[in-house]
């Protein structure tokens, strides 16, 4: 069982940065597969960056490559999206996720392939 909370969420105004960081508790976080999702008013939740338990192995959405990055410290259950250059449309809740026990490289980008979720953290970009 893995419990995953995000922090870091707030109001800033376009062209700023913020950093998520989604902490997790149990046993397997290690050697999970994580990822990072959001979901704005009135839209489905939508897929942003994942990254491998490994950290070797990352992915991101094409309406994020190049201003946001994922990364994990495992020593401090841990993962982390920095995200530069924010626009409007980045306005949404951003949820972590995390699945069971996976393979060094997996990587993934389907709602439907991660198992556990935190409660989100809200990001409002002004413009």
Do not use: H
């Not at 992915?59 to 410290?73: H, P």
């Not at 259950?77 to 809740?93: F, G, H, I, R, W």
């Not at 972590?96 to 997996?106: D, G, V």
């Amino acid at each position: 069982q893995v419990q995953l909370v995000e922090s870091g969420g707030g109001l800033v105004q376009a062209g700023g940065s913020l950093r998520l960081s989604c902490a997790a508790s149990g046993r397997t976080f290690s050697s999970s597969a994580m990822g990072w999702f959001r979901q704005a008013p009135g839209k489905e939740r939508e897929f942003v960056a994942a990254i491998s338990w490994s950290g070797v192995i990352t992915r991101y959405a094409d309406s994020v490559k190049g201003r946001f990055t994922i990364s994990r410290d495992n020593a401090k259950n841990t993962v982390y999206l920095q995200m530069n250059s924010l626009k409007p449309e980045d306005t949404a809740v951003y949820y972590c996720a995390a699945t069971k026990p996976s393979s060094r490289f997996t990587v993934v980008a389907a709602v439907g392939e991660y198992d556990y979720w935190g409660q989100g953290t809200q990001v409002t970009v002004s413009s």
